[in-house]
């Protein structure tokens, strides 16, 4: 049995590492790749020397590398979410994206962007309130009324459905400046990506994981239900207000930044839990890197499919999310 246990754990960690790998290759990919072509060796002399064309040294430095740092962060806080999600929920189709946080947040970076002039401050605190109380909402409902698994997932797209239709009234009363801000939030992009966003998402992520971490024992209890958790000393209701508020936050920040991108916490999660398991100090980690490798080759594969064209980054996830989705719930049906 000890053998066992040895082996797992390392079958599991050796996941982890070829995860790391495949993530910091997909992050040199995406630098490399762009509407301007470069050969290999002229990113690298950007990066570490002295290139002979100082704009590539400009472009690479200042639109690419945050671009694709970003894609990293974002990609790990997406899936991450939607691991702690389908832990708290009991749920596998649970992610911010299905359960409606997502559009929650456009829908308040929206009402922010109209009320606020585009600041920062007015746009996370509306994305976070309506995401905040959207999640809420789901989760009171479901302990109100004990709404089954299936249930939970149509209440999240009928809320996607009403946050749009609420977006698309704001953006009817936008002028022509807001529209295109509020369009960015809507699709889901890198390019507006620069360091700062990079490093407040890259702390919110830390923390955040380092949070999750922190109680992983307590998530793995909830895997036995929860009456076995609560036998186990476990504050159930507590545990999963607060883990809840956690990922909405972190959604939020990453909505803010990089607009609404859906999906990649619904696919994250599900690759995770089939490659090495549910148990949450492996299956939470290595969520987080299937995120961020996903969209790494999302990103890849928007600046591969038409030479000088970038596509925004939400429609490459939307596409490949929604087929993974309806796979999910087509297998399901067939049990």
């Not at 754990?9 to 490399?32: N, P, Q, T």
């Not at 476990?234 to 936050?249: A, E, G, N, T």
């Amino acid at each position: 049995m000890k053998d066992f246990y040895k082996k797992l754990v390392l079958k599991r960690s050796i996941f982890l590492l070829v995860g790391f790998f495949l993530c910091m290759v997909f992050l040199i990919l995406d630098i490399s790749l762009g509407p301007a072509k470069y050969s290999f060796l002229e990113v690298f002399e950007a990066i570490f020397g002295t290139p002979k064309d100082e704009s590539i040294s400009v472009i690479i430095h200042s639109m690419r590398i945050p671009a694709a740092l970003m894609a990293v962060v974002a990609g790990a806080s997406l899936g991450l979410s939607g691991a702690v999600m389908q832990t708290i929920l009991s749920n596998p189709l649970a992610s911010p994206y299905t359960l409606g946080i997502g559009s929650a947040a456009g829908f308040g970076a929206a009402v922010g962007i109209v009320l606020f002039d585009g600041s920062f401050l007015g746009i996370s605190s509306f994305a976070f309130l309506f995401s905040s109380l959207s999640i809420l909402f789901i989760y009171y409902l479901s302990k109100r009324i004990f709404l089954g698994s299936s249930s939970i997932i149509l209440i999240g797209i009928i809320l996607v459905f009403i946050y749009q239709s609420l977006q698309a009234f704001v953006i009817y009363l936008a002028n022509e400046i807001e529209v295109s801000s509020i369009v960015f939030w809507t699709f889901g992009s890198l390019m507006r990506s620069n360091y700062t966003y990079v490093s407040v998402l890259a702390l919110a992520l830390i923390l955040a994981l380092f949070i999750v971490l922190y109680k992983a024992w307590d998530l793995n209890a909830l895997l036995l239900g929860d009456e076995k958790a609560a036998s186990l000393g476990i504050k159930v209701d507590s545990l999963k207000i607060r883990m809840l508020i956690l990922v909405s936050l972190l959604t939020t920040i990453c909505v803010c930044f990089v607009g609404t991108i859906g999906f990649v916490g619904l696919v994250a999660a599900h690759v995770s839990r089939l490659l090495i398991g549910a148990e949450q100090r492996f299956f939470l980690i290595f969520s987080a890197i299937c995120g961020a490798l996903l969209l790494s080759l999302s990103s890849v594969f928007s600046k591969s499919v038409v030479d000088g064209v970038v596509f925004p980054i939400g429609i490459i996830t939307s596409f490949i999310g929604a087929i993974f989705f309806l796979a999910i719930v087509l297998k399901k049906g067939l049990r």
